[in-house]
């Protein structure tokens, strides 16, 4: 990928990328445990939060209240300067998974039910050298994408688990390559949200807000798509 294009492409992708790992799995079971990687990964890589207030386990069924993944990071060029800087901000009152499993490097779970999820993703100031949560709310952001996501649901879930590269120093265009890269662990029967809320907000001259419906998805294989969904 050419790093002319890193930069307009990053804060999509960092978007995403933080959304799609935050729904994952958590405590004495294979789905706590995928989400004990996870969230061990985003401590070690300068994440303030990544916790979760309780984990209730019944039969083949494990359910984590009031999850949370929060922290600021950056994503720096070959020469290991600054591009850009996130904030980032999730937060998943309840999140239902059943029937989780494990095979050697493979966590899987039959499926995960969100009922509601909220994030804030922010781009701010190269130079504003922010560290924590608390300065970075404090300042205007260049761009913010937040929002809330209702009835979230993925089936037949998969995922071999691979070294993640530790993001403390910054995202290097390398590191940023692998985290795209983890998708092609990733398989899933189908995935569906009833309803997303978006916002778009570029410094204030630019607002768009967006609501989506019905959303569904096809399989995926390998982090390759394989059924499309009419």
């Known amino acids: 990928m050419p790093f002319q294009n890193f930069k307009r492409q990053g804060f999509f992708a960092v978007s995403i990328t933080v959304l799609g790992l935050s729904a994952q799995p958590a405590l004495s079971s294979p789905a706590s445990d995928l ?19 309780e984990a209730i386990e019944s039969g083949d069924t494990t ?6 993944v929060a922290g600021v990071f950056s994503i ?7 591009t850009a800087t996130f ?3 999730v937060t998943i009152p309840k999140m239902v998974f ?19 999820a909220t994030f804030d993703i922010r781009v701010l100031e190269e130079d504003s050298a922010v560290k924590d949560i608390a300065s970075a709310k404090d300042l205007k952001p260049v761009a913010q994408f937040s929002g809330s996501m209702t009835d979230y649901t993925v089936s037949d879930f998969s995922e ?11 995202i290097s265009q390398e590191a940023f390559l692998q985290l ?10 189908s995935s569906a949200i009833s309803e997303m809320s978006l916002t778009f907000n570029i410094a204030d001259e ?24 009419a």
Request: glycine share 12%; proline share 2%.
């Open 35 to 53: 989400l004990d990687k996870y969230n061990a990964w985003y401590l070690e890589s300068g994440f303030e939060k990544a916790s979760y207030a």
């Open 63 to 68: 359910e984590i209240r009031d999850y949370n």
């Open 76 to 82: 720096k060029n070959d020469e290991g300067e600054p």
């Open 87 to 89: 904030y980032a901000d």
């Open 98 to 116: 059943t029937g989780s499993a494990v095979d050697g490097d493979v966590f899987s779970y039959d499926s995960l039910t969100v009922g509601k």
């Open 160 to 170: 071999k688990w691979v070294d993640h590269p530790v993001l403390k120093e910054g």
């Open 180 to 189: 795209l890269g983890m998708s092609l662990n990733t398989s899933y029967g």
């Open 206 to 229: 630019f607002v768009s807000d967006t609501v989506l419906t019905g959303f569904k998805t096809g399989s995926i294989k390998d982090g390759v798509t394989e059924n499309h969904l």
